[in-house]
């Protein structure tokens, strides 16, 4: 059985996942602008920190389903209480990807 690496950041990194799970489902309910782009952010984030490691892509995949999962089933309308909903957890994603990239960055 392979060695699964482990990194200093994974709980924040799978957090930040969970989250841009969340604004995903969101902003799609919400038919925001860029909407898509948050899946797309997270396939980066998945083709950056988990190459050759499937142990960790699960799990951060996981934690965007997660995400994504827990407000399709509170919210099946864009009501104004899921348009803060999604501003709050957009808000939490940068500050996630700010201490990231700060702490541990390159």
Request: proline fraction near 4%; aromatic fraction near 8%; include cysteine.
């Amino acid at each position: 059985m392979p060695q699964v690496a482990i990194v200093p950041y994974d709980d924040k990194l799978a957090r930040l996942a969970e989250v841009l799970g969340s604004v995903h489902y969101l902003r799609t309910l919400c038919k925001a602008p860029g909407a898509d782009e948050w899946r797309s952010d997270m396939q980066q984030l998945l083709d950056s920190e988990t190459n050759g490691e499937p142990q960790r892509k699960e799990k951060l995949t996981a934690a965007f389903n997660r995400g994504y999962r827990a407000f399709a089933s509170v919210y099946t309308d864009c009501t104004q209480a899921a348009i803060v909903a999604e501003e709050r957890y957009r808000n939490e994603g940068a500050t996630l990807a700010t201490e990231i990239t700060s702490r541990f960055g390159n």
